[in-house]
T-cell receptor
């Protein structure tokens, strides 16, 4: 049962345009959401996050939007640059039965920014 | 520089052999995690540890073992009972408490292959 879903395995965008990556979740207990960026053969790098009490968080070219009623979040990258080409993972955080916060990851979206 | 160091970067396992993946952090983080990534999939949690001498099973703990004798170190042993060990293994850590406890920081990963 996938609690965090990224339904688009890949996305191609022209340089300078907007990239929109989407993520859906099913568990209402998730209260913090994160986006990670990953290059091949490297560990994921934290990009941006949002608490469930907010609906938008912005950091430079990156903005994350949260729609709690739809259980949907999205990452907007404006303007997109070739260096943004990577796999983007959505993750959701909540308390586990072991009293530790855990992250549940989506399957990732490969973003390719074309020059 | 503070960070998470995983070694080796590449590891080969023979049939029936146990192998140990190293993870060391100098971030003074309390919690540490081990994930497995397979092609086209998200990260799946193997084990995690909140404090020294304590650890909990994640979603796919069978065939793996861990120890947490020091705060800085969280080695993962892939035992011969793990029948499909070929994957990319990622170690992460996070400070406990507060919103910052949601953000996990990752090492560069170890790619394990079976000979």
């Amino acid at each position: 049962d996938q609690q965090v879903k990224q339904n688009s395995p890949s996305l191609s965008v022209q340089e300078g345009r907007i990239s929109i990556l989407n993520c859906d979740y099913t568990n209402s207990m998730f209260d913090y959401f994160l986006w990670y960026k990953k290059y091949p053969a490297e560990g994921p790098t934290f990009l941006i996050s949002i608490s469930s009490i907010k609906d938008k968080n912005e950091d430079g070219r990156f903005t994350v939007f949260l729609n709690k009623s739809a259980k949907h979040l999205s990452l907007h990258i404006v303007p997109s640059q070739p260096g943004d080409s990577a796999v983007y993972f959505c993750a959701a955080s909540g308390w586990s039965s072991g009293s530790a916060r855990q992250l549940t990851f989506g399957s990732g979206t490969q973003l390719t920014v074309l020059p | 520089d503070g960070g998470i160091t995983q070694s080796p970067k590449y590891l080969f396992r023979k049939e029936g052999q146990n192998v140990t993946l190293s993870c060391e952090q100098n971030l003074n983080h309390d919690a540490m995690y081990w994930y497995r990534q397979d092609p086209g999939q998200g990260l799946r949690l193997i084990y995690y540890s909140q404090i020294v001498n304590d650890f909990q099973k994640g979603d796919i703990a069978e065939g793996y073992s861990v120890s947490r004798e020091k705060k800085e170190s969280f080695p993962l042993t892939v035992t011969s009972a793990q029948k499909n060990p070929t994957a990319f293994y990622l170690c992460a850590s996070t400070p406990q408490g507060g919103l910052k406890g949601n953000i996990q920081y990752f090492g560069a990963g170890t790619r394990l292959s079976v000979l």
